[in-house]
């Protein structure tokens, strides 16, 4: 068992790992045996014994002393842990690759797509291909089918005239097939067929968030996703196996097959990254804490992957830092950047992952937890790049998943929809009577959105826009720049006041009115 333990640890493939058991045991180390002895009965073997005498004290002390070296031993292994998890052989090949894209067009059934056409899917697959460095399109083609669901996917006619032609354009190094999942079989079947390697939409979809995520926790929860991917290979790598006599075989002084071992392990590994990002989810529900506190308003921004949220956020906050990419899923990790709007009001943007018609579901659900935090948001900006063809069909994708994730009604019902990227179609003009028109590259519309924006937090928040009157020699006017946002002083030298407008929380009127009472 130690044999397989540390070469998973190290990063090696489950079944090579496990292979390793019929060249024998090693022995389990001489450490972690005391340390498995040690935690049978609690952390500490003497914990619940009765120590008397000063003898007793003193073993009392070095017992707690061990067993408070434990638990900052057993904290590191957590972090080494979560760094091991990470640790992953490569989802598609190193090099360039000349691509041949097939999309398999379902017309009738409940496969059929309704959210999306083919020409759509087939340019977001062109654009995925694209987003990987020395990887090119080089030919496509769509093809109608009835079987998506059986093992060569198209029926026995079209799948003929397939292998013909890829056998026949010797310059195709693979096949990006546009499903968002191929089973072992059909990969297998399909690369013997055409000679070449063949590829799926969640496969090419997670090495692009591989290469994207930049925190613990995004890396974290594309791990978690790729837990179905390691099961269902590891079933097609046991089942070659199979036959040649080893994969259900009981290994020795285990008694568990190697199957159930692999299983075994990868149940671990999913309960470690589980646990991890649970760690890192109350991170973020004590900063979510934080920011109520300060009552710092928050806006979450929302949209189809490139439609250029990350270029709004940069032109609303000023931030310098926020460096836009124009490919897909630039953005994988929620940030969040303090902005102000035309009453000086201070708010927190919250970017967050871009959306894509027909996202594998492991990777939805991988990023749920992320996703609650729009759950916490007081207004939700969408926004649309109004110069894509498919911009209805996009906006229909983004409105399905925010209903998925169980917003509130009234959040819903508030969404400030921007129509984005006017600048790049002539003489463009919302249909929509409620969007609002802007460039986010240019700047152009942005204070027109500020207001509304302005206008929506003070409605969910239930701030209040007041004039008061103060004295000019209290500390009335101090303590409402601390505690308000005041948009405007009129001062009244003859009397020794001022006319103060501010936009006040109603927590802090309160406070105002008890220490300053009219």
Known sequence: MWTLRAAVRRGLPLLRAACSFREGFAPAPRDRRVHALSTFGGKNPG????????????????????????????????????????????????????????HPDVKWGTKKPTLTRAELQVAEAKTLVHTLLNWSVEETMILSTKTPDKKLVFGKGNFKLLTEKIRGSPHITSVFLNVERMSPLTKKELEAAWGVEVFDRFTIVLHIFRCNAMTKEAKLQIALAEIPLL??????????????????????????????????????????????????????HLLRSQRKKRELPIISIMGYTNCGKTTLIKALTGDASVQPRDQLFATLDITAHSGSLPSHMTVVYVDTIGF???????????????????????????????????????????????????LPNQLLDSIIEVHNKADLVESYESTEPNAITISALLGHGLEKLKAEIESAVLKATGKKLLTLNIKLEGAQLSWLYKEATVQEVDVMPENGTANVKVIISNSAYGKYRKLFPM
């Open 231 to 284: 099961r269902s290979n590891l079933k097609n790598e046991v089942a070659q196996l199979d036959q040649q006599g080893g994969g259900s075989r009981y290994i020795m002084g285990s008694g568990e097959t190697l199957m159930q071992i692999q299983q075994r392990v990868l149940k671990e590994k999913e309960i470690k990254i589980k646990k991890a990002l649970e760690k890192l989810k109350k991170r973020r």
């Open 356 to 406: 894509l018609s027909q996202l594998p579901h492991d990777l939805i659900e991988s990023f749920s937890a992320t996703l609650e935090d729009v759950a916490y948001s007081d207004v939700i900006i969408h926004v649309r790049d109004i110069s894509h063809p498919e911009t209805d069909l996009q906006k229909a994708s983004v409105l399905s998943v925010l209903k998925n994730l169980n």
């Open 47 to 102: 914990k619940g014994r009765l120590l008397s005498g000063s003898g007793g004290e003193a073993i009392a002390r070095k017992g707690q002393k061990e067993e408070d070296e434990e638990e900052d031993e057993t904290g590191e292994e957590d972090e080494e842990d979560e760094e091991l998890l990470l640790e992953r052989e490569p989802l598609l090949p190193q090099g360039a690759q000349r691509v041949f894209l097939l």
